[in-house]
């Protein structure tokens, strides 16, 4: 069964450094997806980044980036210019890609990382 | 284009009583997922809904079920409620596949339930 480790429980930065939250993951599958997710004291679970497995190019999205690393299987988040509504739950997830093959659509979830920005 | 919406935002209710959580796909959209999250835990999967018909369901009792209707939209239904029940019930929908390759999941604002 596939699994999701988020080491960091809480995770502090100071306004406008940049942080980087860890996570990995364990799967014997080879095409799949990996998200972070953050989620706001409003709940909204809201899509951060999304990464490809079959892509060896980092996903980026603004201030956001990622490193992924599929032999390690290790997937961290880094923040740059980290602003205060930056602060939240960070959330790593996993989904197998493929629509086939008896495999189930879900998004499995780590524990998440709270991260709070200091001003 | 409207989100992902869930209602109602917060809902009381007692031991043994049953509650029915509902949910708005995104536009496009045509697989509805449920998802329970415990204070201070990750989203766990409950089951997932695609043309009306359940498709994959995670490791919940028979007492969690659901619905989806022709627009999409989607129902959990919660029968002979647990004190453990009490958290927070999020939604999400994805559009089709493409190629055989799932989408990206779209989440609600979430329904908070507490169960005394």
């Known amino acids: 069964a596939q699994t999701v480790t988020q080491s960091q429980p809480e995770m502090s930065v100071q306004e406008a450094e940049t942080v980087t939250l860890s996570c990995t993951y364990d799967?014997?599958?080879?095409?799949?997806?990996l998200f972070w997710y953050k989620q706001p004291p409003s709940r909204q679970m809201i899509l951060v980044i999304r990464?490809?497995?079959?892509?060896?190019q980092n996903a980026t999205e603004n201030r956001f980036s990622v490193n992924f690393q599929k032999a390690a299987k290790s997937f961290s988040l880094k923040i740059s210019d980290s602003q205060l509504g930056d602060a939240a739950m960070y959330f790593c997830?996993?989904?197998?890609?493929?629509?086939?093959?008896?495999?189930?659509?879900?998004?499995?979830f780590g524990k998440g990382t709270k991260l709070s920005v200091k001003p | 284009e409207t989100g992902v919406t869930q209602s109602p935002t917060h809902l009381i209710k007692t031991r043994g009583q049953q509650v029915t959580l509902r949910c708005s796909s995104q536009?496009?959209?045509?697989?509805v997922s449920w998802y329970q999250q415990a204070l201070g835990q990750g989203p766990q999967f409950i089951f997932q809904?695609?043309?009306?018909?359940?498709?994959g369901r995670g490791n919940f009792p028979p007492r969690f079920s659901g619905l989806q209707f022709p627009n999409y939209s989607s129902e959990l239904n919660v029968n002979a409620l647990e004190l453990d029940d009490s958290a927070l019930y999020l939604c999400?929908?994805?559009?089709?596949?493409?190629?055989?390759?799932?989408?990206?999941?779209?989440f609600g604002p979430g329904t908070r339930l507490l169960v005394l």
């Open positions: 999400a929908s994805s559009p089709p596949t493409s190629g055989g390759r799932r989408e990206t999941q779209y």
């Open positions: 799967t014997s599958e080879s095409d799949y997806y």
């Open positions: 990464q490809e497995a079959y892509k060896q």
């Open positions: 997830a996993y989904r197998a890609s493929l629509n086939y093959g008896g495999s189930q659509g879900n998004l499995i």
């Open positions: 536009s496009g959209h045509n697989t």
């Open positions: 809904y695609y043309r009306e018909e359940e498709n």
